[in-house]
């Protein structure tokens, strides 16, 4: 049973260049593996993120939802940001 998969993309030609650089300069032996690396560290973040949500925000919201004491209006917010940093005017 085959385990790859021939694909035929585009892509832009900035991408195409610094593909080929890559391949030049000897850090891969080859434009898949160049594409196989960045579709690998794809992965890798969607699995960082899809992780940092479930176990982070998820969590978060639910003791939110249940202690609303420890959540801020959207006023609330903005005001402790102006403290933070005084909003600079615009001359006219």
Same mark, same amino acid.
């Given at each position: 049973?085959?385990?790859?998969k021939?694909?035929?993309?585009?892509?832009?030609?900035?991408?195409?260049?610094?593909?080929?650089?890559?391949?030049?300069?000897?850090?891969?032996?080859?434009?898949?593996?160049?594409?196989? !690396?960045?579709? #690998? =560290? &794809?992965?890798?973040?969607?699995?960082?993120?899809?992780?940092?949500?479930?176990?982070? *925000?998820v %969590?978060?919201?639910?003791?939110?939802?249940? !202690?609303?004491? #420890? =959540? &801020?209006?959207?006023?609330?917010?903005?005001?402790?940001?102006?403290?933070?940093?005084? *909003?600079? %005017?615009?001359k006219?």
């Amino acid at each position: 049973m085959r385990t790859t998969k021939q694909l035929s993309i585009t892509i832009p030609l900035d991408m195409a260049e610094a593909i080929s650089a890559k391949v030049s300069s000897g850090e891969y032996a080859s434009e898949s593996e160049v594409i196989r !690396d960045g579709v #690998r =560290t &794809l992965l890798a973040r969607d699995e960082v993120v899809e992780r940092w949500l479930r176990d982070e *925000v998820v %969590r978060t919201y639910d003791l939110l939802q249940k !202690d609303r004491s #420890r =959540t &801020l209006t959207v006023a609330e917010v903005r005001a402790a940001l102006r403290q933070q940093r005084p *909003v600079k %005017r615009r001359k006219s």
